[in-house]
């Protein structure tokens, strides 16, 4: 079955910087899109990039472009989004979103990232 | 920018009951690229309807999209006590990819 499994919750101080991971199982990582969205009570739901992992070409949200970097590694099926110069409003919880094309039909289960 | 709003901010309703939500883009858009998700507390978003009617696989058929242009609307024909969640509409895009209503909560 389709799964997205993240990485643990974290928590870091302001400045830091933060890698998340997504390792995707049950299809075939290459013809997949893979979306990094984000939560918070104040914001909603934000997207914040996407990934194609058969070309690793990427596209980020202006408001994250220059602090948030998405990688691939295709030989373990895992995506990654490293966020820089954390601060408080950054406190989230963020998903990866599997796309084929239309809609994010699989999310991952989410990891709270909290920076105090 | 296109902004998707959602109406009405929360429904009160029972079980048996019928939910009507709207998303009302702020130009026209493509139908195609309207999806609706279903959030409980403590998940993750599940998607419900894209192509603004088409149902997700494994998606009951209570549940139906419909709409163009301006205006689309999720339908819940008959609420179960599982359908009691927060609901967002979702505009696919070009950047931002993923545009998000602030979502209308259906409870009891």
């Known amino acids: 079955q389709v799964q997205l499994v993240q990485s643990g919750a974290e928590v870091k101080k302001p400045g830091a910087s933060v890698r998340l991971s997504c390792e995707a199982s049950?299809?075939?990582?290459?013809?997949?899109?893979i979306h990094w969205v984000r939560q918070t009570p104040e914001q909603g739901l934000e997207w914040m990039g996407i990934i194609s992992p058969i070309a690793g070409t990427t596209d980020y949200a202006p408001k994250f472009q220059g602090r948030i970097t998405i990688t691939r590694d295709t030989s373990s099926t895992t995506a990654y989004m490293e966020v820089s110069s954390l601060t408080s409003e950054d406190t989230a919880v963020y998903y990866c979103v599997r796309d084929l094309g239309v809609a994010g039909d699989y999310w991952g289960q989410g990891t709270l990232v909290t920076v105090s | 920018e296109i902004v998707l709003t959602q109406s009405p901010g929360s429904l009160s309703l029972s079980p048996g009951e019928r939910a009507t939500l709207s998303c009302g883009a702020s130009?026209?858009?493509?139908?195609?690229?309207i999806a609706w998700y279903q959030q409980k507390p403590g998940q993750a978003p599940r998607l419900l309807i894209y192509g603004a009617s088409i149902r997700a696989t494994g998606i009951p058929d209570r549940f139906s999209g419909s709409g163009s242009g301006t205006d689309f609307t999720l339908t819940i024909r008959r609420l179960d006590p599982e359908d009691f969640a927060v609901y967002y509409c979702q505009l696919y895009g070009d950047s931002p990819m993923y545009r998000f209503g602030q979502g209308t909560t259906v409870e009891i």
């Open positions: 049950g299809f075939t990582f290459t013809s997949s899109y």
């Open positions: 130009q026209s858009v493509t139908s195609s690229y």
